[in-house]
């Protein structure tokens, strides 16, 4: 079984996308999850064996980060899995970079990720689980995307780092890494781009949101119970091979 069952879990961005498929497949597997979103209505529904919590948080504001974990740490008592995915991706080449694409790129993927960590391991009893959702980015150069593979390489830092620090309480951390994944993020870049990526990936397509949930579950549960610090890539092999 590679179930979560009676997991209280936490999905930072869980709606739509790729932490919306987080969150639902976590929920399905018998956890209680809490997703945030800043647009999703507040409200609770049974998902197979578990329970989906939408919570309207706006994830870059720490503060209201902070808010969100002291209610879930008061009706839920601990946080035993934390999944963020919330992230952005701009494209600015470097002659364009402004301060303000730095900080808005900064300050949701590797700021407020960094406190979401912080205020769950608070609470988070011996053999949590943390996956923080990567990006094949955060190796390779693709053009325009200097900030956001920068931001996502510091994620995969964050990830070894807290490895170490949280394996005496045996909690781990894993980064999963998404190649070019069929949402929103990617239907708002161009056609060419879209084209351009796709003839990189050798399976020849792009991946699905469940695709990277599958790989999200199983570092979230103890099916992975001797993986820490690492990263798993969900790319079709784009930054393999
Ligand atoms: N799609 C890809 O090709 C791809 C590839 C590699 C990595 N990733 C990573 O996967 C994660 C999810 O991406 P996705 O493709 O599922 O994109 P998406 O559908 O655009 O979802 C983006 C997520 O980030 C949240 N978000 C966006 N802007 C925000 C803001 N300003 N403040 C707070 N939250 C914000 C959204 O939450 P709301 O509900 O609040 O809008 C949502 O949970 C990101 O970390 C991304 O970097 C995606």
């Known amino acids: 079984m590679s179930g979560l069952s009676g997991k209280i879990a936490v999905v930072v961005g869980g709606h739509g996308g790729i932490g919306g498929a987080i969150a639902e497949r976590f929920a399905a597997e018998g956890a ?4 945030t979103s800043r647009r999703a209505d507040e409200g609770e529904v049974e998902l197979g064996a578990g329970r989906l919590r939408t919570r309207r948080v706006e994830a870059s504001d720490v503060t209201a980060l902070a808010a969100f974990f002291e209610r879930v740490g008061s009706e ?3 946080v035993d899995v934390l999944a963020v995915n919330a992230g952005i991706a701009e494209y600015a080449t470097l002659d364009d970079i402004r301060e303000d694409h730095f900080d808005r790129t900064f300050d949701l993927n590797v700021r407020a990720l960094l ?20 990006s094949i980015a955060d190796a390779i150069g693709t053009k325009g995307y200097g900030v956001y593979g920068a931001s996502k390489a510091a994620v995969r830092s964050f990830a070894r780092t807290w490895a170490n620090e949280l394996a005496p309480r045996n909690i ?31 399976l020849g397509r792009m991946g699905r949101a469940d695709e990277v949930a599958s790989a999200a579950l199983f570092l979230a549960s103890d099916q992975s119970s001797y993986i820490t610090g690492a990263e798993l890539p969900v790319d079709g092999g784009m930054a393999q091979v």
């Open 115 to 134: 406190f979401a960590a912080k205020a769950a391991t608070a609470m988070m009893p011996e053999g949590g689980a943390i996956v923080l959702v990567g």
């Open 32 to 35: 209680t999850v809490y997703a």
């Open 76 to 78: 839920a008592g601990r």
């Open 172 to 202: 781990r951390v894993n980064v999963v890494a998404p190649g070019p994944t069929d949402t929103a993020m990617m239907a708002a870049t161009s056609d060419e781009m879209r084209e351009t990526l796709t003839k990189l990936i050798p």
